[in-house]
């Protein structure tokens, strides 16, 4: 069972970077029909996608943030990350990353909270 | 497109809970739930309008047809109690992820 540890910085300055990692065990980022996706959860409130990686590389992400993020794949370390620009206090959320059949969330990492403040 | 959960749901401990996603023609897509208990990540109980991954337990069942998607609870447990997400994927011409609302389940 694919099993996902997500890591970064907890607390990001406003403008700068938020850059995440998801760390995949028990299966392969190579191996095909799998989608690696990113999802964030606002303090109380609903999850909100982020953007998804195919196994053949096709990024898609939210319209609203596809200006400000991207998500790559490593898989000489097994792993996939999330980097968002400009980040401002309204990107303040918890983080998860999920993979699973493409379109929907099978597995889920435990998650991270991610703090926009100076 | 938008996706349309209530707020919350109450039900006592062994009676069955129906939770609804409303969304235009929403019996035409795919739909998945998941569960997500108080501080943790979510988890899939759901897919594919009615199946449940291995280790799910058979009190979870789906629906879908017209407006409608329902996730059914049955015997309804303390365990249960959570908040509920209806998703979907692939919504005309994008591969968007787009979540409902979420529904809080209050087992009485």
């Known amino acids: 069972q694919v099993q996902l540890q997500e890591s970064g910085p907890g607390l990001v300055k406003p403008s700068e970077t938020l850059s995440l990692t998801c760390a995949v065990s028990g299966g392969s980022i190579g191996s095909g029909g799998y989608s690696w996706s990113w999802i964030r959860q606002p303090p109380g409130k609903g999850l909100e996608w982020i953007g998804s990686i195919s196994s053949s590389r096709s990024t898609y992400y939210k319209s609203s943030l596809e200006s400000r993020v991207a998500i790559l794949v490593d898989t000489s370390k097994n792993q996939f990350s999330l980097k968002v620009i400009s980040v401002t206090a309204a990107d303040t959320a918890m983080y998860y990353c999920?993979?699973?059949?493409?379109?929907?969330?099978?597995?889920w990492g435990q998650g991270t909270l991610v703090t926009v403040s100076s | 497109y938008v996706l349309t959960q209530p707020p919350s749901v109450s039900v006592a401990p062994g009676q069955t809970a129906r939770i609804t996603c409303g969304g235009n023609?929403?019996?035409?897509?795919?739909v998945h739930w998941y569960q997500q208990r108080p501080g943790q990540a979510p988890v899939l109980v759901v897919y594919d309008d009615s199946d449940r991954p291995s280790g799910i337990p058979e009190r979870f069942s789906g629906s879908n047809s017209g407006n409608t998607a329902t996730l059914t609870i049955s015997g309804v447990e303390a365990g249960d109690e959570a908040d509920y997400y209806c998703q979907l994927w692939g919504t005309s011409s994008d591969l968007n992820w787009v979540f409902g609302g979420g529904t809080n389940l209050a087992v009485l």
């Open positions: 999920g993979s699973g059949a493409p379109g929907r969330g099978d597995y």
């Open positions: 023609n929403i019996g035409t897509k795919s």
